[in-house]
């Protein structure tokens, strides 16, 4: 009974901002990570930022620098700061959750298949 709830995005203008918000629950265990992972239709899904056992965060590279990762470890919940926005950056945003390995493995590509959890998604469109 794992669930991943979703909230935020929406559209933006190029440069302009979005933040996104998902919040856990049902997880029995009180080790695993929390990540974001996005999907272009046509394309595989990808990591954007992830998390690992000790919050230290892993980016993109088309992302870094613009994009900031957090989470607050007592709520279950991990946010997407996005700043600077792009046109390529329109994509169907997913929170993903569980084993720390696997958020990690997921980076190398299959991460449908890899990750544990997914949230329901979060449409992100940039325009120009």
């Known amino acids: 009974q794992v669930q991943l709830v979703q909230s935020g995005g929406g559209s933006a203008q190029a440069g302009g901002s979005l933040r996104l918000s998902c919040t856990a629950s049902?997880?029995?265990?009180?080790?695993?990570?929390m990540g974001w992972f996005r999907q272009i239709q046509g394309k595989e899904r990808e990591g954007v930022a992830v998390?690992?056992?000790?919050?230290?965060?892993t980016y993109a590279n088309s992302v870094k620098g613009r994009f900031t990762i957090s989470q607050d470890v007592d709520k279950h919940t991990v946010y997407l700061e996005m700043n600077d926005l792009k046109t390529e950056d329109t994509a169907m945003y997913y929170c993903?959750?569980?084993?720390?390995?696997?958020?990690?493995?997921?980076?190398?590509?299959?991460?449908?298949?890899?990750?544990?959890?997914w949230g329901q998604g979060s449409q992100v469109t940039v325009s120009s």
């Open positions: 998390h690992d056992i000790d919050l230290r965060p």
């Open positions: 049902g997880l029995a265990y009180r080790r695993y990570c």
């Open positions: 993903a959750a569980g084993s720390c390995w696997k958020l990690a493995e997921a980076w190398g590509g299959r991460a449908e298949e890899t990750v544990d959890y």
